[in-house]
């Protein structure tokens, strides 16, 4: 039986920034998430073992993280084969219902704070949340809504808010969430988010946003690369999570393929605000689908690249690669700007019929 991890709105840290000279003390989820992944690394449940990740800021105003990690390129499970973005669930093929429990460090309840006898939320289902033992970063975890019910890879609303109310749990500014859809990097067709520490900052954090529907939280990222952005604090999470739900379900019945990532931010249109890390961006891109088993050499693009964050597969891309070539790179993926225009303007549409 999995260890529960039983929260509510309260335990959110609503108090998070971007000055090192005022890091709080880290939340009982970050130390329930560090201590259970540590504990299964020294207990040897990894592929292979994480130790401190070679890092360089590439130079240029987009600020991108550039980190060393052979062993993941090398040692990963090779990624199923998808062929559809609405691909159905394949019982036959390696899903989280066959992992070593061992690698479960607990299952999340919400408390319903005194809303119900027993103080439990009558939740769609449970969200269990195990190490990935092919981990990209510190603390790197899949976030797996009820396994048993073998969902797709399709994002719900459970699944969002979940995403969301994990980043809000966690007193640390570098703990990430993130998802790929089918076609966009996603490795199994089981539904999970990604979740990891990373430490150091990211331009998607701050970077301004163009008001599109601004009382359900959604904007349009003003800088590269092209996508969307909604951003919540803690009182409006089930409201935002159903509007991003809205916007991902759209994708799937268009066959548009998409990442998302969610991180600590600061509101996309404060500039007074620049440092505050009080609410959490989510950031929505849609972009060109890839089946098959085509990858870059240097990295793919999927949560992680597009946010900004670039894990290298070997050491003489990371050593060379440019600014300039990581663009050139993460360009080829998105939609052209016709393209998104018009998904900008149907989205929105979307959003404020709600």
């Given at each position: 039986?999995?260890?529960?991890?039983?929260?509510?709105?309260?335990?959110?840290?609503?108090?998070?920034?971007?000055?090192?000279?005022?890091?709080?003390?880290?939340?009982?989820?970050?130390?329930?998430?560090?201590?259970?992944?540590?504990?299964?690394?020294?207990?040897?449940?990894?592929?292979?073992?994480?130790?401190?990740?070679?890092?360089?800021?590439?130079?240029?105003?987009?600020?991108?993280?550039?980190?060393?990690?052979?062993?993941?390129?090398?040692?990963?499970?090779?990624?199923?084969?998808?062929?559809?973005?609405?691909?159905?669930?394949?019982?036959?093929?390696?899903?989280?219902?066959?992992?070593?429990?061992?690698?479960?460090?607990?299952?999340?309840?919400k408390?319903?704070?005194?809303?119900?006898?027993?103080?439990?939320?009558?939740?769609p289902?449970?969200?269990?949340?195990?190490v990935?033992?092919?981990?990209l970063?510190?603390?790197?975890?899949?976030?797996?809504?009820?396994?048993?019910?073998?969902?797709?890879?399709?994002?719900?609303?459970?699944?969002?808010?979940?995403?969301?109310?994990?980043?809000?749990?966690?007193?640390?500014?570098?703990?990430?969430?993130?998802?790929?859809?089918?076609?966009?990097?996603?490795?199994?067709?089981?539904?999970?988010?990604?979740?990891?520490?990373?430490?150091?900052?990211?331009?998607?954090?701050?970077?301004?946003?163009?008001?599109?529907?601004?009382?359900?939280?959604?904007?349009?990222?003003?800088?590269?690369?092209?996508?969307?952005?909604?951003?919540?604090?803690?009182?409006?999470?089930?409201?935002?999570?159903?509007?991003?739900?809205?916007?991902?379900?759209f994708?799937?019945?268009?066959?548009?393929?998409?990442?998302?990532?969610?991180?600590?931010?600061?509101?996309?249109?404060?500039?007074?605000?620049?440092?505050?890390?009080?609410?959490?961006?989510?950031?929505?891109?849609?972009?060109?689908?890839?089946?098959g088993?085509?990858?870059?050499?240097?990295?793919n693009?999927?949560?992680?690249?597009?946010?900004?964050h670039?894990?290298?597969?070997?050491?003489?891309?990371?050593?060379?690669?440019?600014?300039?070539?990581?663009?050139?790179?993460?360009?080829?993926?998105?939609?052209?700007?016709?393209?998104f225009?018009?998904?900008?303007?149907?989205?929105?549409r979307?959003?404020?019929?709600?």
């Amino acid at each position: 039986m999995p260890l529960p991890f039983v929260y509510s709105s309260q335990d959110f840290v609503t108090d998070v920034c971007r000055n090192r000279a005022n890091r709080l003390v880290p939340a009982k989820f970050d130390t329930t998430i560090q201590e259970g992944w540590t504990d299964r690394m020294d207990r040897g449940l990894f592929r292979y073992h994480l130790g401190d990740l070679q890092t360089r800021i590439l130079p240029g105003p987009n600020g991108f993280v550039a980190q060393l990690n052979i062993q993941r390129g090398i040692e990963r499970r090779k990624p199923q084969e998808i062929l559809s973005i609405q691909q159905e669930f394949n019982t036959k093929q390696f899903n989280f219902n066959k992992i070593n429990h061992e690698e479960i460090i607990f299952e999340m309840i919400k408390d319903n704070e005194g809303g119900s006898e027993s103080g439990q939320l009558h939740q769609p289902c449970k969200m269990v949340v195990l190490v990935n033992v092919s981990p990209l970063e510190f603390g790197h975890c899949l976030f797996v809504p009820d396994p048993s019910h073998c969902f797709p890879q399709v994002l719900t609303t459970f699944a969002i808010q979940v995403g969301i109310e994990s980043v809000l749990l966690s007193s640390d500014p570098g703990f990430r969430v993130g998802f790929n859809s089918l076609g966009a990097f996603a490795s199994v067709n089981h539904l999970h988010l990604h979740g990891y520490y990373m430490d150091h900052e990211l331009k998607i954090e701050s970077t301004p946003g163009k008001p599109l529907v601004p009382e359900m939280g959604f904007y349009r990222l003003l800088d590269f690369p092209g996508g969307f952005l909604f951003y919540t604090e803690s009182e409006q999470v089930e409201k935002v999570a159903r509007a991003i739900c809205l916007v991902t379900d759209f994708l799937v019945e268009g066959n548009i393929a998409h990442n998302l990532f969610l991180t600590r931010g600061c509101p996309p249109t404060s500039e007074k605000d620049h440092f505050s890390r009080k609410g959490v961006r989510i950031a929505v891109w849609p972009r060109m689908s890839c089946f098959g088993a085509k990858e870059e050499s240097a990295f793919n693009v999927a949560l992680c690249e597009l946010a900004g964050h670039l894990p290298f597969k070997n050491k003489k891309d990371y050593e060379l690669t440019t600014e300039r070539h990581v663009i050139e790179t993460i360009q080829k993926y998105l939609l052209s700007d016709e393209e998104f225009h018009t998904l900008e303007q149907e989205l929105t549409r979307l959003v404020m019929d709600v």
